[in-house]
């Protein structure tokens, strides 16, 4: 019995694996290997509220107002935490010439918000969170697992394909899913091939 298994491997797993008190014992499941996924492919940066009350109206706007918006206050008023959590953990995020982070404005923020590593900001922040979960002695990585069905009566857990054709039982006491998006389902896309909606 698992306290705690969490499907997908990208950084929304790893970081909720981290954040997880340690006498948990955590399951990580990934349908492919640790950096097969869009976190680790991500270019683009990572925004950190300087103006929250702005950044939060920004948010509102980029996703024509059909945001929740009280997912949208707590990521604003806890980004900065965040952000600093992960430059404690040794993100490497591009500083100026005087030191300090070095923000960029990107579309939909009316204001530079925008950390980077370079051009590689998702590979930069995946290969330091699973750095720090393959050290916690907590937390357990499974790759190739083809996660079917969640199990909801008669105790909890996920029901696993395996390559013969079967499946396993896997209990658990609480499940996270962070499997991802659903952009390679389209024709045209710059997701990676496996982002194809499992979680949902």
């Not at 002695?137 to 697992?145: A, C, F």
């Not at 390559?163 to 024709?187: E, M």
Request: charged residues 20%.
């Amino acid at each position: 019995m698992w306290d705690v298994v969490i499907v997908g491997s990208g950084i929304a797993g790893l970081f909720t694996a981290l954040n997880l008190d340690p006498a948990y014992q955590v399951l990580v499941l990934t349908k492919s290997g640790r950096d097969e996924n869009n976190s680790y492919l991500a270019q683009g940066g990572i925004a950190m509220s300087k103006n929250t009350g702005e950044h939060f109206d920004d948010t509102l706007r980029a996703g024509r107002y059909h945001n929740q918006p009280e997912a949208v206050r707590l990521m604003v008023d806890t980004s900065a935490a965040r952000i600093q959590q992960l430059l404690d953990w040794g993100v490497p995020f591009d500083h100026d010439e005087t030191g300090q982070l070095h923000l960029t404005q990107e579309g939909g923020h009316s204001r530079p918000n925008i950390l980077h590593a370079q051009d590689q900001t998702g590979r930069a922040i995946m290969h330091v969170l699973a750095k720090r979960a393959e050290k916690a002695p907590n937390i357990h990585l499974q790759t190739g697992v083809f996660v079917r069905d969640l199990i909801t009566q008669d105790g909890h857990g996920i029901l696993v394909s395996n390559t013969d054709g079967t499946t396993t039982r896997i209990p658990s006491r609480r499940v996270v899913l962070a499997t991802g998006g659903i952009g390679a389902l389209y024709f045209r896309t710059t997701n990676c091939a496996l982002s194809t909606g499992d979680g949902i």
